[in-house]
C-alpha cells in the first residue's frame, strides 16, 4: 500500500490515496493505530484517506492514532490540497473536499510557482449547546465553569464539526496538559467526547495554544482548535476577529469574517513517501 507522509505545523498524517487504486484493508480502523505508532508503525497522528466522492473533488476520512474517526481536521486538509494539486491530481486553485463535517474548500495560494500555503473556508463555527454537542441547558456556552475532578475551569464551547472545549489561561507554561486533558476529552459533559484548547492572549492580534486532540492527544497543531480558540476570543472579547494563533508546531493565520465564515492560513508540507506492507499472522 503506497503512503505519503504529510504534515502541517507538525501535525502529522499517513495519507493514503484510495481513490486511485491503492487498495486498503478492511480493517483500517484496526490498522491505522499499528501504522501511526511512533515505534512499531510510521508514526503519525492520525491516518488520512483519500476517497472517491460524488459531490465533491474528493472525500476525505480521518483515522485518529486511536482508531476513532474525526469529522474534520485543519491540517490534514491543508496537506491533501497541497498534494492533490501538486500530483496533479486537481488542478484548480479551489478544492472541493467533502467530509464528515461537510464539504470545505480550501484555496491554493502559490508564490514564485510553488504552493506557499493553503488557505481554507472552514465554514461557520456552530455555538448552540447541542451543535457541539454538549449536555445542559440550550444555549450557547461561553465562559462556563465546568468541574473537573474538584477543579473549576471556565470553558467556551466551539464545534467546527469537531467539538472543542476552549480555556483561556494566564500562563500555559503552568498547565499539565498530559494530565487535565484527558480529564476534560472524556468529561461527561460530552457525549462524543472533546478537543480541549488552553490558550493565552498575548494581544487583541495574537494568542498561544496548546491542544489535547480528542483521539490523537497532544499534538503540535490543531486547525480546526485554532479556529476554535478564534472564535472563542471574539465571543470573550479577548481578541479581534483577524488573530494569529502560534502553536507549538508553527502558527497559523485566522480570520472570522462578517459574512460569519472562519478562514485559516497556513503551510503544508509531504515529508515521504513509501510502501507499507500488511502482514498477516
Known sequence: MHFTKVHGLGNDFILV??????????DYITLAPKMC???FGIGADGLVLLLDSGVADVRMRIINSDGSEAEMCGNAIRCVAKYLYEHGIVRKDEIKVETLAGIIVPQ?????????AVRVDMGAPRLERQEIPMLGTPGQVVNEPLQVNGQTFKITAVSMGNPHCVIFVPDLSVIPLNQIGPQIETHP????????????????TEVRMMVWERGAGPTMACGTGACAVATAGVLNGLTARSVTV???GGSLHIEWADNGRLYMTGPAEEVFNGEYIVYNG
Open 246 to 248: 502560534h502553536l507549538p
Open 189 to 204: 459533559a460530552f457525549p462524543r467526547k472533546t478537543n480541549v484548547e488552553f490558550v493565552q492572549v498575548l494581544s487583541p
Open 17 to 26: 490515496n484510495a481513490g486511485m487504486g491503492e487498495g486498503l484493508p478492511d
Open 108 to 116: 491554493i495560494i502559490q508564490k514564485n510557482g510553488r504552493v506557499e
Open 37 to 39: 505508532d511512533r515505534r
